[in-house]
């Protein structure tokens, strides 16, 4: 427009009153009637133009009433007519929340941080990526999601590859702030300002319109000092809006996926299925063509579930992917007692709490009963004539009968306790609990009776003992003066010679430790066994079969001792005054034992 456009009174006649900016109006300000009228042009202000021109422009606003009040979309210079795109909707307010669009939220960021922002005008549409060097430098995996199909999707919009975070997609760019002034023409059309007040009012802020959902990454990435890229779109054409994204993912179902390896036997929390960033469940994307009938697709039925293997970044679950309830996580130890804690499911596998491990079992094993002790089991080693503990069995409540019982026996850990490995109810522990009715228990050294060493206990041996034998020597104490009478004793039978001597018969063994042997014999045998150890005399344990069909424990021995010659010797000594005579002769009595 210029001045000839703007007639004299006279020569207006037939000509349209278009209005026109009288000074530069700044972005998201409401206009006023000043701002096209003064009192010093009058209608002069106005341009007037011929009806076809006018009519060729109808974006054009001609009546005054449609512009006051406004708020403006942008900058606009001096001398311009008004039209339709340079308001922002009716009802919008001013300042720079009036220029966030709708569904969108207004986010403040320094120039320097985000380069070549700040070169953006208002309306001008972009995206901000950020790098992640360190995720493009790592070894990449492959993702199950996106082998299968699927697209990896962050706030309903695709993700790009690995090394690169979509932080915001289809922003758009509202104005730039520096103290007191601001532009929506991009960071140049800010007027210059000295060093000084430059360091007043600080660096420069920059407006943007995001979704409301792509504030905390964006956040996060800023204040990780992340490198944040800006790519502008076209402004050619028609301007598009940033559904391109989410229409790629319209229509496809949303599968929950890991966003991190996770260890074989791991009980899955929030923190393996969200996205490390965000937080938000990471998901991908089906057409359904591609969905597997097995796939899991509520978040709900993975949380808390125990993987069965090990499992990559990306992976979508199926039930074969999961522990059942009644699989160990962690190794369990020989003996070691099941807790809520070994178990992938405790409450449905709750029949196993408390149990005992029969063996060693690695994580992943599906427990049942086979691998388990017996109620009436031991669970540690319990030594002969100890009384049972409530600790020492697998399950004390089914077994309480045992409790309190003296073993007759060794246990050794792992085996089953019945009443045959059991003394009699009323028995004492200890030593005299395992010696039977009617026997004394001695203690022998076993270096001193040859054989009992290689005796366990329980055994059933016979003692035998070897003496010298002198039968002359009965003669020498009674003195030169001895008269032999009656049969005859030959020579044979006062010769030096050895007898043996049954000292005890049907022994049993109470107990054996590395050097002495304790042993139940009948209270009349004890002198005989004690004197033949103090002697210094030859003993043998002689074992007793306990073979199936011969007699364990025989009432008496077949072993007799050797008959006394000395037995058959008669004295009588007689003494009349001061005379003495001895007189000795044989008889044909046999000995007793």
């Known amino acids: 427009m210029d001045a000839q456009q703007i007639p004299g009174q006279r020569e207006r006649a037939g000509l349209i009153k278009v209005p026109r900016s009288q000074k530069a109006i700044s972005a998201l300000t409401k206009v006023t009637r000043e701002d096209f009228h003064t009192l010093e042009l009058g209608d002069d202000s106005y341009y007037w133009m011929e009806p076809a021109r006018v009519a060729a422009h109808p974006e054009w606003i001609l009546d005054p009433g449609e512009i006051v009040g406004r708020v403006m979309s942008h900058q606009k210079a001096p001398d311009l007519v008004f039209t339709k795109t340079d308001f922002l909707p009716e009802g919008s307010r001013t300042g720079l929340s009036g220029g966030v669009p709708e569904n969108k939220q207004g986010f403040f960021v320094e120039s320097s941080k985000i380069p070549g922002l700040g070169l953006l005008k208002m309306g001008d549409r972009f995206d901000l990526l950020a790098g992640l060097p360190e995720e493009a430098q790592g070894e990449q995996e492959a993702e199950f999601g996106l082998l299968a199909g699927g697209v990896k999707v962050r706030g309903g919009k695709p993700i790009p590859v690995s090394g690169v975070r979509l932080l915001v997609q289809d922003a758009q760019m509202v104005a730039i702030t520096r103290g007191r002034d601001m532009t929506t023409q991009g960071v140049m059309n800010l007027p210059e300002s000295s060093i000084r007040s430059r360091s007043q009012d600080g660096a420069a802020q920059i407006t943007i319109a995001i979704d409301a959902e792509e504030a905390v990454p964006l956040t996060q990435a800023l204040a990780a000092g992340r490198m944040i890229h800006c790519v502008a779109k076209s402004g050619r054409g028609p301007t598009k809006t940033g559904a391109s994204g989410r229409a790629k993912i319209a229509g496809m179902i949303p599968f929950p996926a890991t966003s991190r390896a996770v260890k074989a ?23 359904p063509d591609k969905i597997q009938e097995a796939w899991i697709g509520s978040v709900t039925d993975l949380i808390g579930r125990v993987v069965a293997r090990d499992i990559s970044a990306g992976f979508i679950f199926s039930p074969g992917d999961l522990a059942t309830g009644d699989a160990l996580i962690k190794d369990v130890r020989k003996f070691q007692r099941l807790t809520s804690d070994d178990l992938a499911d405790p409450k449905s596998a709750s029949q196993f709490i408390g149990r005992v491990a029969a063996a060693d079992f690695e994580a992943g094993t599906v427990v049942n009963e086979l691998h388990l002790l017996a109620p009436n089991a031991a669970v540690m080693a319990i030594k002969a004539y100890q009384r049972i503990e409530p600790n020492h069995l697998a399950d004390p409540i089914s077994a309480k009968k045992l409790i309190g019982r003296v073993v007759s026996m060794d246990v050794v850990s792992g085996s089953a306790i019945d009443d045959s490995d059991l003394l009699p109810p009323d028995a004492a522990s200890g030593i005299s609990g395992g010696t039977p009715p009617g026997r004394m228990a001695i203690s022998v050294d076993m270096a001193k009776v040859e054989g009992v060493s290689r005796l366990n206990r329980g055994d059933h041996f016979d003692l035998l003992a070897t003496f010298p034998l002198k039968p002359g020597d009965a003669f020498t104490v009674l003195g030169t003066s001895v008269q032999f009478s009656g049969g005859v004793i030959s020579q044979a039978e006062l010769k030096d010679r050895a007898r043996n001597e049954l000292l005890a018969e049907g022994v049993v063994v109470v107990d054996v ?9 009948r209270p009349n045998e004890v002198p005989r066994i004690t004197k033949a150890l103090t ?36 004295v009588i000594e007689e003494i009349v005054g001061d005379r003495r005579k001895v007189r000795v002769f044989a008889t044909d009595k046999k000995p007793t034992d």
Request: without cysteine; aromatic residues 8%; neutral net charge.
């Open 535 to 570: 002697l210094g005399i030859s003993v043998f344990a002689l074992a007793r079969s306990r073979q199936s069909g011969g007699a364990a424990k025989p009432k008496t021995s077949t072993l007799k001792s050797d008959p006394n010659p000395v037995d058959r010797i008669r």
């Open 513 to 521: 430790d590395e050097t002495t042997a304790t042993i139940a014999v």
């Open 265 to 287: 036997f791991t009980r899955l929390t929030a923190e393996d299925l969200a996205d490390p960033d965000t937080g938000e469940l990471r998901t991908y994307f089906f057409p």
